[in-house]
């Protein structure tokens, strides 16, 4: 005869299972849930650790970002330990660009390449003006001065009184 017994002999913490819901990747500014666990007895406890940081992020079997953003993008590491023994997982999480940021993205290179063409719309109306006005601006008509001397003007004048004056005496 066979005695089987529902307790199980104690023993350390088997290599943890990782996941992550929605997804391991997460749009930017999504929550995400990371959830641990772990065949061990006595139960295990749970340590959330990012990369290259010492202090732990969480503790217990779900970790949640609600508000993932590029900088929570990285390895996390979930240590499950009881007195028996340690074992960890870890998993990366991608942050992707969601529809938000894509849409902002389009917004601001539609608004620059807006830009660009009225900047260059202007600076070909500007040449296109400056060319016109300086073809159809007639020259300045150029002064001529007469170089006049007082004797020959005095003499022209003196010489038409004397021929009034002399018809005067014909006449006479």
């Not at 917004?107 to 807006?114: A, E, F, H, S």
Request: hydrophobic share 35%; aromatic share 4%.
């Amino acid at each position: 005869m066979l005695i089987t017994s529902n307790t199980s002999l104690p023993d350390a913490p088997k290599l943890p299972s990782v996941s992550a819901s929605p997804s391991a990747e997460i749009e930017e500014g999504s929550p995400v849930t990371l959830t641990c666990s772990s065949d061990a007895n006595p139960a295990a406890n749970y340590t959330w650790y990012k990369e290259d940081e010492d202090s732990p992020k969480a503790s217990g079997q779900i970790f949640t970002i609600t508000d993932f953003r590029a900088e929570h993008s990285g390895s996390y590491s979930c240590g499950a330990q009881n007195k028996l023994g340690r074992s960890n997982s870890t998993l990366t999480l991608i942050v992707v660009a969601g529809n938000s940021t894509m849409i902002v993205n389009i917004i601001r290179t539609t608004l620059g390449v807006l830009i660009l063409i009225i900047a260059l719309l202007l600076s070909l109306w500007t040449r296109k003006k400056t060319a016109l006005r300086s073809t159809t601006e007639a020259p300045e008509p150029e002064e001529i001065e007469l170089d006049s001397d007082p004797e020959y003007e005095n003499d022209s004048h003196t010489a038409a009184q004397r021929e009034d004056t002399e018809e005067q005496e014909d006449m006479v």
